[in-house]
């Protein structure tokens, strides 16, 4: 379980298919307080850490990505030298500052625009459209990771705002119009929407 709250921006270094597909990602996270098995969420998704090293890279770990992590997210489309947005699994007792987001990517969505509003980014995104009935002004989302307030809902397309903050410590300050994006919506709006159904029949 996570809270959004990026802590960390890593980068891909390495790539390699061996069965599934083998990444190694540099961090600036110790990696003697990673335990082996750890979850950590890269950009959105939960994977878990195998090798903690540190040697002439730097810090890194490694995950395993399966084909249907690679065909549900973005991570299919990730190369070496991409940064991502990393956070380690909240522990009893840590402060909750974002929302909880379990690192489970419920689709992919894109960014249709980026805009300037006063010193923070106003961005817009499509979702896909079995995924927009969850997302509602004022409530939770998680996109690439990130804890975000929606701001406007149109349809499939939502805006939400970003502080000068967040563009500095997450990797949404390198963001274009036309990246795609791991969506998971608030677990909350997820259950409310299934109970309605109950209620229905």
């Known amino acids: 379980m996570f809270t959004g709250l990026i802590t960390d921006i890593g980068e891909v270094l390495e790539i390699r298919q061996q069965g599934d597909t083998w990444l190694k990602i540099a961090c600036t996270y110790d990696?003697?307080?990673?335990?082996?098995?750890?979850?950590?969420?890269?950009?959105?998704?939960?994977?878990?850490a195998?090798?903690?090293?540190?040697?002439?890279?730097?810090?890194?770990?490694?995950?395993?990505?399966?084909?249907?992590?690679?065909?549900?997210?973005?991570?299919?489309?990730?190369?070496?030298g991409t940064k991502i947005n990393l956070e380690r699994s909240l522990c009893l007792g840590d402060e909750l500052g974002g929302?909880?987001?379990?690192?489970?990517?419920?689709?992919?969505?894109?960014?249709?625009?980026?805009?300037?509003?006063?010193?923070?980014?106003?961005?817009?995104?499509?979702?896909?459209?079995?995924?927009?009935?969850?997302?509602?002004?004022?409530?939770?989302?998680?996109?690439n990771g990130t804890s975000l307030t929606v701001n406007e809902v149109e349809g499939a397309e939502?805006?939400?705002?970003?502080?000068?903050?967040?563009?500095?410590v997450t990797t949404w300050g390198n963001a274009r119009v036309g990246d795609r994006v791991n969506i998971e919506i608030d677990m909350l709006a997820r259950y409310v929407a299934r109970l309605a159904e109950f209620q229905k029949v």
Request: charged share 20%; proline share 5%.
């Open 31 to 48: 990696p003697a307080t990673i335990a082996e098995g750890a979850s950590i969420c890269c950009s959105g998704a939960c994977l878990t």
């Open 50 to 80: 195998l090798e903690r090293v540190q040697d002439n890279d730097g810090a890194w770990f490694s995950v395993e990505a399966s084909q249907e992590t690679l065909d549900k997210t973005t991570l299919g489309t990730w190369q070496v």
């Open 99 to 143: 929302h909880l987001v379990s690192g489970h990517v419920d689709g992919v969505g894109a960014i249709t625009s980026i805009k300037p509003e006063g010193a923070s980014q106003r961005l817009r995104f499509k979702a896909p459209d079995e995924l927009a009935r969850f997302i509602a002004p004022k409530g939770s989302i998680a996109l």
């Open 158 to 168: 939502f805006g939400v705002n970003l502080i000068p903050h967040s563009l500095e």
